[in-house]
Nanobody, 128 residues
Framework: QVQLVESGGGSVQAGGSLRLSCGAS?????????MGWFRQAPGKEREGVAA????????YYADSVKGRLTISQDNAKTTVFLQMNSLKYEDTAVYYC????????????????????WGQGTQVTVSS
């Protein structure tokens, strides 16, 4: 069974940087088709932040984070990173890593229903 574990969250001042990591384990035959980062702020719905299609390396971002956040993966494609620069107060949220291990291509990268495996989340707090 695939498991995801996030790390790297914390508290930072506005303008600062953080790097989140998502380690995956438990694969049997194939890697996930896509990996995504989502976030959920208090009182708000969970939203897609960024995603990477692991085989081709193509990346996608929410408009609110373009130019500030970068998603990447390691060569073994077992760890996904989210480099967050120029952080803003509104980036404060719990960040979740997610994996699409079944190839749900009918869903967009930003849709929660695309992903069937989720991590436990890591808190990111940005102070203004």
């Amino acid at each position: 069974q695939v498991q995801l574990v996030e790390s790297g969250g914390g508290s930072v001042q506005a303008g600062g940087s953080l790097r989140l990591s998502c380690g995956a384990s438990g694969y049997t035959f194939s890697r996930p088709y896509a990996m995504g980062w989502f976030r959920q702020a208090p009182g708000k719905e969970r939203e897609g932040v960024a995603a990477i299609y692991t085989n081709v390396g193509s990346t996608y971002y929410a408009d609110s984070v373009k130019g500030r956040l970068t998603i990447s993966q390691d060569n073994a494609k077992t760890t996904v990173f989210l480099q967050m620069n120029s952080l803003k107060y509104e980036d404060t949220a719990v960040y979740y890593c997610a994996a699409d291990t079944t190839g749900t291509f009918s869903r967009g990268w930003w849709e929660l229903e695309k992903y069937n495996v989720w991590g436990q989340g890591t808190q990111v707090t940005v102070s203004s």
